[in-house]
């Protein structure tokens, strides 16, 4: 599979614990998004990464929230403190800027928090 | 008022039907629109993209994009059940994604009774 890969798929935890989710963008995609999926909604910008550099972040991105993409391969997003608000899909996308420009991000199947 | 609207529904229609889909937006900058799929507990797969206004065709779907009015469709004709799912519309001012991200719609959610 050359997807974008997300892992766990369902993280259960109690409130005030840390979680990490971990993803793995299509190879040799340069850019990489996270984005935060409530029920009903759609999907909300979280950051952008160009190859390792987080170049944006939305203010939805408290600073419980931090991201990292070493070496420009996977990325984390590591949520502390966990609040019951903080339950969502969150959803990784990639996308390669190369030849004629699609714009496609594309999206793993993405990582579903549940915080009790 | 947010930035990208679009009726939640759920819209019921029978197979065979003809199915059109909207959201309206509020930012001008907005350039490049997209229509993405989502099926339950999946992540959302990419339909149509198409920039600036005009109509774009690929098979049974058909997205049409009128800047004046700010105002985007998707068309399905011949609906299957398979396409029961929910369709978000998404739109940016930049191509890729850009360094803000897309601005998505609540999404549609779509169920073709067989």
């Known amino acids: 599979d050359t997807g974008v890969s997300q892992d766990p798929r369902h993280k259960i935890t109690k409130r005030g614990q840390n979680v990490t989710f971990r993803c793995d963008p299509i190879s040799e995609h340069n850019r990489l998004y996270w984005y935060r999926q409530t029920l009903g909604q759609g999907p909300e910008f979280l950051t952008y990464?160009?190859?390792?550099?987080?170049?944006?972040k939305s203010r939805l991105l408290s600073d419980r929230f931090s991201a990292e993409r070493p070496k420009g391969s996977f990325s984390t997003l590591e949520i502390q403190r966990t609040e019951q608000g903080d339950s969502a899909m969150y959803l990784c996308a990639s996308h390669a800027p190369t030849g004629p420009d699609t714009g496609e991000l594309f999206f793993g199947e993405g990582s579903r928090l549940t915080v009790l | 008022q947010k930035e990208v609207e679009q009726d939640p529904g759920p819209l019921s229609v029978p197979e065979g039907a003809i199915v059109s889909l909207n959201c309206t937006y509020s930012?001008?900058?907005?350039?490049?629109f997209m229509w993405y799929r989502q099926y339950s507990r999946k992540g959302p797969e990419l339909l149509m993209y198409?920039?600036?206004?005009g109509n774009k065709e690929d098979g049974r779907f058909t997205a049409q994009v009128d800047k004046s009015s700010k105002y985007i469709s998707l068309f399905i004709r011949d609906s299957q059940p398979s396409d029961s799912a929910t369709y978000l519309c998404a739109m940016t001012p930049y191509s890729g994604g850009g360094a803000d991200g897309l601005t998505f719609g609540k999404g549609t959610h779509l169920i073709i009774q067989p």
């Open positions: 198409t920039y600036s206004s």
């Open positions: 990464f160009q190859n390792e550099a987080q170049l944006e």
């Open positions: 930012n001008s900058a907005f350039q490049y």
